[in-house]
């Protein structure tokens, strides 16, 4: 017998409005993998992906002021002269707040030992003060100080740093080095306050950013 198709059944050019009707009653095939390539977006969404989640930065731990300390320092950056022996050393960072947002204007007061791991306290020599610029750094040229004996146990070298801002609670502390043998038995040395130097022509070069508490 032969197999006859009825005029509904005749192979004829598809209309647009024809097409389209057949594809909407088509069942949707997921394929694996395409709704995480192509992702829905809402009204917002590319304003909320773009966005960069605020960071967050440890306040810097404080540390003992000791006896040596002395106000009134001067102004200046540069505490080493060219009569002075000793490395030199370069000591410069950034002054943030616990959102990582540079601190401008903070008040910066360094002092420390001389080669020998001798305090001047009768002047200010290795001592002085400076504040940060518009993006929060600051940098100190001074010598890596010597060490000294507390007690029957020698220090390790450290610099003490004081930092102020209105609108910021004041910190007292002190840096350490990386590699100095008495950092392990010093009851005062925090390991967070522990910086590497690295060789920078005749002397050394260190970078520590400090993290300041709101007031």
Not at 98 to 123: F, K, L, M
Request: a positive charge.
């Amino acid at each position: 017998m032969t197999n006859r198709r009825s005029p509904a059944h005749v192979d004829a050019p598809l209309s647009r409005r024809r097409l389209l009707g057949l594809l909407a009653a088509a069942p949707v095939v997921a394929v694996p993998g395409a709704l995480a390539a192509c992702p829905v977006r809402r009204p917002g969404a590319a304003a909320r992906d773009a966005a960069v989640p605020p960071q967050s930065c440890v306040i810097t731990e404080d540390n003992i002021e000791g006896p040596f300390f002395l106000p009134g320092a001067p102004h200046r950056a540069v505490l080493v002269t060219p009569r002075d022996a000793g490395t030199r050393l370069v000591l410069s960072g950034r002054v943030l707040s616990t959102d990582c947002v540079p601190i401008a204007g903070t008040r910066i007061e360094v002092w420390q030992a001389d080669a020998s791991g001798a305090y001047d306290v009768d002047g200010f020599r290795f001592r002085g003060q400076l504040v940060t610029a518009a993006d929060g750094t600051w940098r100190v040229s001074t010598i890596v100080p010597g060490r000294y004996l507390n007690g029957r146990q020698y220090r390790p070298a450290h610099v003490h740093v004081k930092l102020e801002h209105p609108r910021f609670a004041p910190l007292t502390t002190q840096l350490y080095f990386e590699g100095d043998p008495y950092n392990e038995v010093d009851p005062w040395v925090r390991r967070s306050l522990i910086l590497p130097l690295r060789d920078a022509g005749p002397g050394k070069m260190g970078r520590f950013d400090f993290v300041l508490a709101s007031a």
